[in-house]
């Protein structure tokens, strides 16, 4: 009788889990894939972009035109794939006056997602109605706090974000043609561009303001040049924008990317550095920051290099620096709000990740080294008194920079 008893109890614990059990033909279907443009409008010039696909399951991809269906002037890297992917489209440019449209199809398990893109014709750009129009300002003119003077016959690059219903500016910086690194990215950071709803979008891209032969194409990481492999280098962390899908992709375009050695440096103490700006930003009401990196090869020096996608050379810079304006009204340390730090790595192996006031230095002193005049709209914020007692102080004795 007890072992009827327990043979019974034995069948019923067991039945619960049975019932409960998995019939693969009841599992769940996967979601349907999603599918974004970097951006659904492009001039007639065409050039690259993103196609963002987002599954849980493998997917593939097709492009229909809108008109007879064979799609001639779009090219993919590739029409499948699993899981979330960046696919690298490239539009050719429309020679014709009238706009053209293609619709981009991902389909799944799980469904299908389509999203339509659109390509300018000639004739919708209208010409300037002005032939002869005065020149540019320079862009030390501009009045943003963050920009070092521009050397004459240096290339100026700024790109814009939207933010609400405004257009503002996301970040800038000069081109070095010849080492294909940009000498230094200048920007403003706030608690906002820092404080999400984004996350890391990993959009590696074309930069759409150079020709391709002219920048590094890094899709995927650096290929090994003459001093073994190096990481994609940030000069302007993606951690830095977080507002939104298009403010963080631009911190993957190639030109904000240098060659930089993957351990002991790029993510230990370089990032590192990055924490601590940004915990600067998050006490402070604006920093304005430059971020560059330094070539500078003695002679006889083997000039190291990193090879891009396409097998370019791309130099390796022998520093890195990030020189920071803060604003805080009413702040207790600077003049007249505004203090200021600079700090120099040199590009090597470290063996601690800690960042403390022995890598800082004043910016004066910062200037001196790179032969550069950063913030060179300060005096006229602030005047000339003041912005040479701010660019002169010596941050390490300054114990809120390191706190």
Known sequence: MLKNILSLLLVWSI?????????????????????????????ATGGPQFIHVKSSVSWELSIVSEHDGV????????????????VVMKVAENDTEEERSAT????????????????????????????????EPKPNVTGWLELPAVPEGTDFFTHSMTVGSTKTRNYSFIWDYNNLVAPWVAYPLCKWNIGGPMKRTD???????????????????????????????HQIASADRLTSYESNSMTFYGTNMTPQISNGFNGDIWATLEGKVRSWANSSDTLYVVTG??????????????????????????AYYKVVLRYMKNSTIGYSGYSACAVWLDHKVYSSKNINSSYSMSVDDL???LNIDFFVNLPAKVGEETAARIEAENPADISWWWR
Request: proline share 10%; charged share 25%; net charge negative.
């Open 104 to 135: 981009i199809t991902v389909v799944s398990e799980g469904g299908e997602s389509s999203a339509k893109l659109t390509q300018k014709g000639k004739a919708s750009v209208k010409p300037d109605p002005d032939p002869t129009p005065d020149p």
């Open 203 to 233: 959009a590696w891209a074309l930069d759409p303001l150079l020709p391709e032969s002219k920048q590094p194409v890094l899709y995927k990481a650096f290929r090994e040049g003459n001093a073994g492999w190096f990481s994609r280098g």
């Open 71 to 86: 799609v001639d002037w779009i090219t993919v890297n590739q029409t499948s794939g699993d899981k979330d992917c960046n």
């Open 367 to 369: 200037e001196k080294r």
């Open 293 to 318: 990196c330094v070539i500078d090869y003695k002679d006889g020096e083997t000039v190291k290099y990193a090879l891009d996608n396409n097998g370019k050379k791309v130099t390796v810079p022998t």
């Open 15 to 43: 039945t619960p889990l049975w019932l409960s059990s998995c019939d693969p033909a009841e599992t769940e279907k996967p979601q349907p894939p999603t599918v974004e443009l970097g951006s659904a409008m492009v001039e």
